[in-house]
């Protein structure tokens, strides 16, 4: 058995506290230790949501220490950028091309970074980044509340857990109305996250 430290972030709303939750259970189901905690900055308000999960034989702590973090899943580019510190030069970076302002940039206070700026932050702390059109997919399944779901799927093929556990703890965690469109979800970011890895790989290959 392997052991993982992952930090999942993003703005309150976009499911970011489910998301940690429901890969805690698949770990768990697994056979793992799960360690995990939250913090919530005005989420109520679009503020940033962190969850810490720990996920080893045995976990003593919660807290995931800068520079040890082995996955970056983020629902908000910004927040991928204010918590990429948190990874290993190793690790991996899975981001929602998604751009929500905080409170400060709406006020006028600050300015969001561009693009540019964002990318080159994270190529500070590593080289496998990911940055995906999730909640334009998302939106495209059906449901923009699915994005969470979307990007375990992405995440997943990282953690090499069986599909049935993943659909379980779905299955048990949400409302059986949308528990077939988040599989639905969580099945299209698996297979996409494949495909963007073949690509890479030829594109090395070429």
Not at 39 to 56: D, K, P
Request: glycine share 8%.
């Amino acid at each position: 058995m392997k052991k993982y430290n992952l930090l999942i972030t993003g703005v309150g709303g976009q499911g970011v506290i489910l998301a940690g939750n429901i890969m805690g259970e698949v770990a768990m189901a697994d056979g793992y230790d799960v360690k995990k905690t939250d913090t919530l900055g005005m989420a109520q308000r679009g503020g940033s949501v962190i969850s810490h999960l720990r996920i080893a034989p045995e976990v003593f702590s919660p807290l995931i220490r800068q520079g040890e973090a082995d996955i970056l899943l983020a629902f908000e580019k910004l927040e991928a950028a204010r918590w990429s510190h948190y990874l290993k030069p190793s690790g991996i970076a899975i981001i929602n091309n998604q751009a929500l302002p905080p409170l400060s940039v709406n006020l006028g206070n600050e300015c969001y970074p561009d693009d540019k700026d964002i990318i080159g932050i994270l190529r500070k702390q590593t080289k496998n980044f990911y940055i995906i059109d999730g909640t334009r997919r998302a939106r495209e399944i059906g449901n923009i509340k699915t994005l969470n779901i979307l990007m375990l799927g992405f995440l997943s093929h990282f953690i090499p857990f069986e599909d049935n556990i993943w659909e379980d703890c779905i299955t048990k965690s949400l409302p059986s109305k949308v528990v077939e469109l988040n599989i639905t979800a969580l099945n299209q970011g698996r297979k996409e996250m494949k495909d963007l890895l073949t690509e890479k790989v030829e594109s090395i290959d070429v």
